[in-house]
């Protein structure tokens, strides 16, 4: 379900709204951002903000939407290059890290909020995700793994490792996103792999 409607005369300054949300959001999160916080950041008064957005889920929702675009397209765009799949698994990767760690609020917020972080938000919320995590099943179920492979778990433990790095990666710290996520796949491929 889209954020509510917007007026008309309003949009011009929706994406500034959006923006000053964005970056809030992803330093402070749902709970230590306010309406009042954005708006200000936004340069207007509060009640100004309200004729872009009626409630602060309504805003969140619509960041949350951009961002899980911005890197699901990233995540499309990079494994449409890609043959074999474990090639398309890394180069997901790559493009998830690179997405989340550069400077991009708003795929940020996607891995900082959860749904049940906005309980009148989840509703709307859950499902932005699950589409998201819907392709990392199709990846994670092409791979030629052992029968055993418990694919739900590598795959939510794959996810999990990449989103944490944006608490402890610094830029300009000798490894690029793109050699972490290509290290990431890696140990991945080698722990499913049989011992010579």
């Not at 409607?5 to 709204?17: M, Q, T």
């Not at 000798?174 to 050699?179: A, H, I, N, Q």
């Amino acid at each position: 379900m889209a954020a509510a409607p917007r007026l008309a005369h309003a949009d011009s300054r929706a994406p500034l709204v959006l923006d000053a949300a964005a970056r809030l959001l992803c330093r402070r999160g749902y709970e230590g951002t306010s309406v009042r916080d954005i708006a200000r950041a936004a340069g207007m008064l509060p009640g100004s903000l309200y004729c872009h957005f009626a409630t602060k889920d309504d805003l969140l929702v619509a960041v949350y939407e951009r961002g899980v675009e911005r890197i699901r397209d990233a995540v499309l765009a990079a494994t449409q290059r890609c043959d074999g799949p474990w090639q398309k698994l890394e180069a997901a990767c790559v493009a998830h890290l690179e997405t989340i760690l550069r400077d991009d609020d708003y795929a940020r917020v996607v891995v900082r909020v959860f749904p049940s972080d906005a309980p009148g938000a989840t509703a709307r919320l859950a499902p932005l995700r699950e589409h998201y995590e819907a392709l990392w099943r199709d990846l994670v179920g092409a791979l030629p793994l052992p029968a055993r492979t418990d694919r739900r778990t590598l795959r939510l433990m794959l996810l999990g490792a990449l989103n944490w790095t944006q608490h402890w990666y610094h830029a300009g710290g000798g490894t690029s996103p793109r050699t972490l996520a290509r290290q990431f796949t890696a140990l991945l491929r080698q722990g499913q792999e049989p011992a010579s």
